[in-house]
């Protein structure tokens, strides 16, 4: 695969014509290749993490992954329905509405997500190879792109530390013994969409800010 932001324009050329022959070719046979750089894998199968567990889908459908670059199945995922997605909520409203982590001090939470950054970090080598084969890119991008996932939390988790998400409002002008301040708290339970050519690096965003905030 070539970077197209980076290539040459005859490599741009001999992509493009690469692109209009295989868009005319729909049913085109893919070439098995075992002596490709990860080699011969077997197939993993992910559930839907709900309420702290790992489940199937409540009407037990599936969707197969597949690497776009070989055409080689990688893994098989539970696919999430209506039922699903009210249990997923109905569970993280009950754990907001414990308190265990929305109530938690922001240090408190700094500490933890420093640790999950951490672990992250140590994770990332599997974690390019996995984002590389369900999105067909190049592993070398992911292993330095997913490089930022554990920065991201690091990030968010020293803002609520340091700061705690608030901020002070000019005094007001008729009460000099009254002081404005802005304390933001947690609303409660949200969804986060992420795309499918950067799942791990969007997603991490956007979790990072939510578990800090």
């Known amino acids: 695969m070539i970077s197209m932001h980076r290539a040459p324009s005859c490599y741009r050329l001999l992509c493009g014509h690469a692109r209009r022959y295989f868009a005319s070719k729909p049913n085109r046979p893919f070439v098995r ?3 490709l750089k990860f080699g011969r894998q077997e197939v993993r199968h992910a559930g839907l993490w709900i309420d702290g567990h790992a489940v199937e889908a409540v009407a037990g459908t599936k969707e197969e992954v597949k690497n776009p670059a070989t ?3 990688y893994a098989t995922v539970a696919s999430a329905g209506v039922a699903d997605v009210e249990a997923a909520i109905q569970g993280a409203q009950k754990a907001f509405d414990s308190g265990e982590w929305s109530e ?3 240090r408190a939470r700094c500490r933890i997500l420093f640790r999950a950054a951490q672990m992250l970090r140590g994770a990332l080598p599997e974690l390019a190879e996995m984002e590389s084969r369900q999105t067909g890119r190049c592993l070398r991008e992911y292993q330095a792109q997913l490089g930022r ?3 991201w939390f690091e990030y968010h988790a ?5 700061k705690g998400f608030e901020g002070r409002l000019p005094p007001l002008v008729d009460a000099s013994d009254h002081v404005n301040l802005v304390w933001r708290v947690p609303l409660g339970v949200c969804g986060a969409i992420t795309p499918w050519n950067h799942p791990l690096l969007i997603a991490a965003k956007k979790i990072s800010v939510a578990l800090a905030a």
């Open 71 to 73: 055409g080689q199945l």
């Open 158 to 162: 020293s803002y609520a530390a340091a």
């Open 104 to 106: 938690m001090p922001p």
């Open 33 to 35: 290749n075992d002596n």
């Open 149 to 151: 996932v554990p920065e």
